[in-house]
């Protein structure tokens, strides 16, 4: 990149969401402090009436690309925005979040001029009371390229296999309560890496497609950014957290990739591995066994139940490698998995929360 201002290329894909909460999202990207960028809202299907708020919406800011698209998943929707992209660096956001006001500018000066190929900053989890503060605080000083620089982790061949656990484990964390969180959130990409077909999305799944992503990315120079870039909001109308009766095949068949894709001769490899089947089960109980609408009769419950217990991936929780390798949290739920009282044991502590 030149000493010239690069233009960051914002990816926003959005399918028949919260109005309210997409707003928010638009309002932290157009206050930015940097304003070279292009947001790209893409469409995904949504109805005639959203996507008509959608259309209003677009025409408040010539920085605005609108895209309606026939309904076709996340991962083909932001494929389909990186092709329409402009800018120099590709960054995305989804519609029930926001992002810091100065995290443009901060990524922007870590990209320019770098051999850096991507940063990724932090991520802190947000309630929704807190989330307006968060987004209007406008006062809030950018770093200088110096600065930025104590806050730079660079990833070598050294770190690779702590780096890719952290893709699906225990991420990492700093300060107090940020995080590189281990999907999209904070991230910004030179966009001459998308050239490389391993950058685009997966199709065709709709879970841990931007796990898949993330590992891909390992092969080029990231950066972590230890500045809290983005505001996670946990919207129980999530992907993660809707009703899915499909929930076990939308799990098994990206896992098998993500399996793959992993070193689990690698002990470190192999004790994130255990830590993400212990978080895919419990997007099952949450998608399914827990959640309210599922009253399904005797037989299908048995049948999910014997699969889940017997079979790959899931017995591997009750393996002598797992326990071996998991954390003293996750072995106690390997032993309530092992005993069958695992679900049993979410709902009593969700039912607490």
């Not at 030149?2 to 309210?20: A, Q, T, Y």
């Not at 402009?86 to 922007?108: L, W």
Request: one cysteine or more.
């Amino acid at each position: 990149m030149s000493n010239s201002k690069p233009l960051i290329s914002v990816i926003l894909p959005v399918r028949n969401g919260n109005i309210k909460l997409f707003n928010r999202a638009l309002s932290s990207v157009l206050g930015q402090s940097y304003t070279d960028f292009e947001l790209l809202i893409i469409d995904d299907g949504s109805s005639e009436s959203f996507a008509r708020k959608l259309d209003d919406i677009s025409s408040q800011d010539g920085r605005i690309r609108l895209f309606h698209t026939a309904p076709s998943g996340v991962s083909a929707a932001r494929n389909f925005a990186v092709k329409q992209a402009k800018g120099d660096i590709i960054t995305y956001i989804d519609g029930d979040d926001a992002i810091s006001p100065r995290c443009f500018e901060e990524a922007a000066s870590v990209l320019n001029d770098s051999s850096i190929d991507a940063v990724w900053g932090g991520t802190v989890y947000v309630k929704p009371e807190e989330m307006e503060e968060l987004v209007s605080a406008a006062s809030e000083r950018a770093l200088t390229k110096r600065e930025l620089k104590k806050y730079s982790l660079h990833l070598d061949k050294r770190r690779i296999h702590k780096t890719r656990s952290e893709c699906i484990g225990a991420p990492y964390r700093f300060g107090r309560n940020g995080y590189i969180n281990r999907g999209i959130a904070a991230r910004f990409i030179k966009k001459s890496l998308f050239d490389d077909k391993d950058l685009h999305f997966p199709e065709g799944i709709r879970m841990y497609e931007d796990t898949i992503w993330n590992l891909r990315m390992m092969k080029y120079r990231v950066c972590y950014v230890k500045r809290v870039w983005y505001y996670y909001l946990n919207n129980d109308a999530s992907v993660s957290n809707r009703f899915n009766p499909g929930v076990l095949k939308c799990i098994e068949i990206p896992l098998k990739r993500i399996r793959r894709m992993l070193e689990l001769d690698n002990d470190t490899e192999y004790a994130a591995y255990t830590r993400f089947l212990i978080d895919s089960l419990r997007y099952v109980y949450k998608c399914l066994y827990g959640h309210l609408k599922w009253k399904p009769d005797s037989e299908a419950r048995k049948k999910a139940l014997s699969h889940i217990y017997k079979d790959m991936p899931w017995k591997e929780i009750g393996s002598k490698r797992f326990f071996k390798a998991a954390g003293r949290s996750d072995r106690i739920k390997a032993i309530l998995y092992r005993y069958r009282l695992l679900f049993a044991y979410w709902k009593y502590t969700w039912k607490k929360m």
